[in-house]
């Protein structure tokens, strides 16, 4: 798992025999912190907004499309007549 610029602001450095020069490991760090917020976590961040309006532009077509097909459905045809009616009719009556 990644590390977050926060976690790498506060990792402990361990000394050894000769030691570190804490100053520049801390510099450094907070150098790595700052590159890799700028890089990653903003473009993780633009790319998760890009998703999310994508997701919405995709439910918006789903439901114009089911609109669409409502509208060009056909339209419905009176009741049928009964066939006592259609005899009366072409007899005249």
Excluded: F, N, Q
């Amino acid at each position: 798992m990644g590390l977050t610029p926060v976690e790498i602001r506060h990792v402990p450095i361990g000394r050894g025999v000769w030691g570190y020069r804490r100053e520049a490991v801390e510099r450094l760090l907070d150098e790595v912190a700052e590159s890799y917020e700028e890089v990653v976590w903003r473009e993780r961040a633009d790319l998760a907004d890009r998703a999310e309006g994508l997701e919405e532009d995709l439910s918006g077509t789903a439901s114009s499309s089911r609109s669409c097909a409502r509208r060009s459905s056909p339209p419905k045809l009176p009741p049928r007549s009964s066939a006592k009616a259609r005899a009366a009719t072409r007899s005249g009556s």
